[in-house]
């Protein structure tokens, strides 16, 4: 059984809106928040797909999303990452899958940079932009902390939309015989099965947060006068999570389960084109590493 596609929710997406790229789609029984990546709807999106990028072969999606890493994380020209990321963001749109879900999913890694630069972008060297000066101690912002933001940003967006294009091209079967070939047992079965099991979990969450808001409860106004009901909620989770996952265990036993996920079918191989494609993506990627002053060699 595919996960999410049913009995999580998955099965509750409309399919004519389907590879519109509209976002018309409602959430699913996973989805806590709209800003949170849904995985109903990026399993839908991978076994549903149609377009070319669908067909093309998990290994070749697989290996650029590797080299992009490598780009990502060596190069730190913004005209170069910028250009990357009209690219990246191209190969999503053509995919049909949803652009208003992209912006909304951008929310979190946009403030998880945010945070985490929020205090080296001040006092780097540069052209001064303002200074804020408390007592004896000055914060200055200049022109290199502000490009060190932007450039940050742009690397999490190139990161998270190529991931989200791979995930919503590659059907669950082809992508558990990638893990299935890449990673050793029993490191590939615990992948798995931490996979099958996160539908469950987030169904979980998403029925309990449910029933806090039907009763009145808010996150917003929760955090400083209902902590005890979301620490309790969570416990919950917690608690009955465990309990989800044995009767999964003596549910999968019943049924003959050994150890090991049979895989069923072959995942298909680059062909000539794709083949030619990655060599020149390599090499691309294999001369701005050289290039950069920031490869760290």
Known sequence: ?????????GNRHDGHCAGTGTGGMHMSSTSLSPYIPDLDLITYYAENGNSFFSRMS??????????????????????????LYFVVLLLYLVAGLPAGKLARWYVLPVIFVLSLVGLMMWNEPGI???????????????D?????????????LITVTFSLFFLMTTRYQHFVGIISRIFPAPLDQIFLMAYRFLFLTLA????????????????????????????????LVFIRSFEQGERVNKAMNARGFTGSYPLSGEVPRPGIAECGLLVV?????????????????
């Open 1 to 9: 059984m595919i996960p999410g596609v049913s009995g999580t929710g």
């Open 58 to 83: 998990p290994w070749t999606k697989g290996c650029l999303l590797f080299f992009i890493v490598l780009l990502v994380t060596v190069s730190r020209s913004l005209v170069l990452l910028l250009g």
């Open 128 to 142: 001064p932009l303002f200074a804020w000066t408390i007592g004896n101690f000055t914060l200055g912002l200049s």
């Open 144 to 156: 290199n902390g502000l490009l060190l933001v932007v450039t940050l940003v742009i690397k999490a």
């Open 204 to 235: 979980m969450t998403a029925a309990l947060f449910k029933s806090v808001r039907s009763r009145g409860g808010g996150l917003a106004h929760s955090l400083r006068m209902q902590g005890p009901l979301f620490a309790g909620v969570f416990a």
């Open 281 to 297: 993506t390599g090499a691309l990627v294999t001369v701005v590493m050289l290039l950069s002053p920031y490869r760290g060699w």
